[in-house]
């Protein structure tokens, strides 16, 4: 095989990061994307980035980020990887510098930091509030100066179908797609990367891109390749509904002294009736709004499921800014507040925005080792398609680092692998086998001729996604939904392409993804369903507490026809011991924290 | 399904080399739609305003939120993007709203362009700073507030295409890389260790179909979704270049 090739799969921060190492590392690479890499998803996140720099005199230190991480994680993340991750932040932030990142800056000209959820110091670089905008352009440019050099070639608008797996069960590389000539064809590759992002879409609407279905996990999922803590799914606190999605309204609105109300019913213990209830700061003194995502969540679904206090009684309590200084709103926040103005057509540096949780980040993904490599030998995953640096729940600005931080792990792995593998001579008809394989299923797929819309199937997918799976879970329903799943597998059978064109066709490659997101709905609901406690963003009212003695364990979906099979593994608690998690006191109140210093 | 509905009517072509044509299509109405919810709408229910069967369009879209710059089209006659028009806005009075492709760019199918060569360009002027390698090297050059603001305001260009679309000079009959890219060559001359390679960038810009090319028409600026100052970029970028020119000898190391 040529040792020197290596795939990366997904343009966004974590596979631009991952091509950046390989390729300086001397290897020559192939950057397959849906999209142009400039459009992918990394480039919506707004607040920040993590990295305990220290600039503001708070005593702040990588240790203290990583407990706040595994603390916030609700103990679930291995330790070792996420300690490397915040010992790497500072550094990581320091290179975007380099790199032309315009950072907000100090007076002195320093690089200005923020504050963000579960966490007491100010620990966030941010460049406005389209931080992963300016993070990506930077990544972006750099593998453009790679691809001048013809060190990089990229693959844009082809799709990942599949990974080309020898006898053995090695991947060999991949069969994608061209979504323009519909072409489809096979990139033998003697190590693989697959960066292919969250699966937001599976829950219909979200904060995430369309281009966020987890397809390219869940082929080589349905290929052997474990997935893990599928059940952890973040709906963040604040975001806009809308018909087409539900957009983002950055934690660091929250970090910059923006407050979440209610107006009050006058009860006992609450402000006269109609003034402004702070129920975050009245629930979590200690934290206030900056309490962690899934804690946020929690809270406002009980004051307006629950208590029935929602604005007007609907589903919505206020997020406001419009006591803070509008100079230092434009300033820090204007590319989030400028959104809530296009699309809702208030101006927040006067009127309390109105917002309501949706679902944002995938915490579970592709299992892999601390080497970045899946259980399919030679195949990669990096950034939000893996699981390992977020455990239950994942703070705010840590994705971020998390993305790039895995991409500088992988890419020397992935050399490194590939270059071991100089004895291996590939067999054409391995290759043969697997473009066979995807010539065969998209030639069924354009033929379809039944009586399902994938379109109208994918609504309902989201529906029962998002109703059942995500801030409250109750047993009998994630059974029905279970269940449900497998209903649509059937529909799925019967649907009507409707187009046939073989150029540009965007039905069939939507009726794949969808195939391929019902069967990763499966493993993460099936994963819920078993874990019975409640941990992180994972809450079952019928199991209040969380369980270590059972469940502080990684869930490993694998998947057979009937339903994907779960086992258990430990996890790696070997720097901190897990204490109770609670937002109402401060961190230094809980047992432990000294530990390890 | 009772009840109000609007009307798109969408310029359609099934390749670079098929014959375009209108289809008119009418959409259940649902307050606070934009043009994406409506095209995703009608996939559900792929079905023209004669109530004949019709193939799905082909449109491009991603983060919904006005950042990645996927879903540029002309709509109501303007270059913009989809996701941010709003149909209370566009169609007060129920009248059909238009859309069709930036034709700028080669027409892949129905509303699907292709913009290579935006990105294309950003190579030729350089946009990007000369990295050491990205090991730890520490921090970067200190910058002041009033720099990072200039910056910031350039670095959100997200590539969308409108500038391109909406300027009379560029076309396929011109050379001209249009106003996008001279704004990002303008971004990283800004920047300390940018400007470390600031001629290459201002001879790319003095080369064909550089900067000279603009006729000063103004349109992108206002068609910019982002609100980046690209005249201001483009005046900048002409007075380097010219200073360039007459003097740059002499700033040779």
Known sequence: MDTNRIIVVGGGLAGLMTVIKAAEAGAQVDLFSVVPVKRSHSVCAQGGINGAVNTKGEGDSPWEHFDDTVYGGDFLGNQTPIKGMCEAAPGIIYLFDRMGVPFNRTPEGLLDFRRFGGTKHHRTAFAGATTGQQLLYALDEQVRRFEAQGKVKKYEGWEFLQAILDDEGVCRGVICQNLKTMEIKA????????????????????????????????????????????????????????????????????????????????????????????????????????????????????????????????????????????????????????????????????????????????????????????????????????????????????????????????????????????????????????????????????????????FVIHKELGEWMTDNMTVVRYNDRLEKTYNHLFELSERWQRVNIDDTAGWSNQVVPFTRQLFNMIELAKAMTRGALLRNESRGAHYKPDFPERDDANFLKTTRADWSEDGPRISYEEVDTSHIKPRARKYDTDKAATAGVAQGK | MSGRTITLRIKRQDGPQAEARWEEYRIPYQPNMNIISALMELRRNPVNARGEKSPPVSWEASCLEQVCGSCSMVINGKPRQACSALVDRLSPDGSPITLEPMSTFPIVRDLVIDRSRMFDALKKVHAWVDLDGSHNLGPGPRQSPEVQEVAYDLSRCMTCGVCLEACPNVNDRSPFIGPAPISQARLFNLHPSGAMHRNERLEALMDVGGVSDCGNSQNCVEACPKGIPLTESIAAMKRDTTLHALVGFLQKP
């Open chain 1, 187 to 454: 990139f033998p590759a003697a190590a693989t990367v697959l960066a292919t992002g969250g699966n937001g879409m599976i829950f219909g609407k979200s904060t995430n891109s369309l281009i966020n279905t987890g397809t390219a996990q869940s082929a080589v999922y349905q290929q052997g390749a474990s997935y893990a803590n599928g059940e952890f799914i973040q709906v963040h606190p604040t975001s806009i509904p809308g018909g087409d999605k539900l957009r983002l309204m950055s934690e660091s609105i929250r970090g910059e002294g923006g407050r979440v109300w209610v107006p009050s019913d006058g009860s006992e213990g609450r402000p006269p009736k109609g003034q402004p209830w702070y129920f975050l700061e009245d629930w979590y003194p200690a934290y206030g709004n900056l309490v962690p995502r899934d804690i946020a969540t929690r809270a406002i679904f009980k004051v307006c499921v629950e208590l029935k206090m929602g604005i007007n009684g609907e589903n919505q309590v206020y997020l406001d800014v419009s006591h803070l200084d509008p100079k230092m709103l434009e300033r820090k926040l204007g590319g989030v507040l400028e959104i809530y103005e296009m699309f809702v057509g208030d101006d927040p540096k006067k009127v309390p925005m109105r917002i309501f949780p949706g679902m944002h980040y995938t915490m579970g993904g592709l299992w892999v080792d601390f080497d970045q490599m899946t259980n399919i030998p030679g195949l990669f995953a990096v950034g939000e398609a893996e699981y390992q640096y977020h455990g239950a729940n994942r703070l705010g600005a840590n994705s971020l680092l998390s993305t790039v931080y895995g991409g500088m792990v992988c890419g020397p792995k992935a050399v490194q692998w590939a270059r071991n593998q100089a004895k291996i001579e590939l067999k054409s008809s391995v290759v043969d086998r697997a473009q066979k394989q995807q010539e065969a299923k998209y030639q069924a797929l354009i033929n379809m001729k039944g009586t399902e819309n994938p």
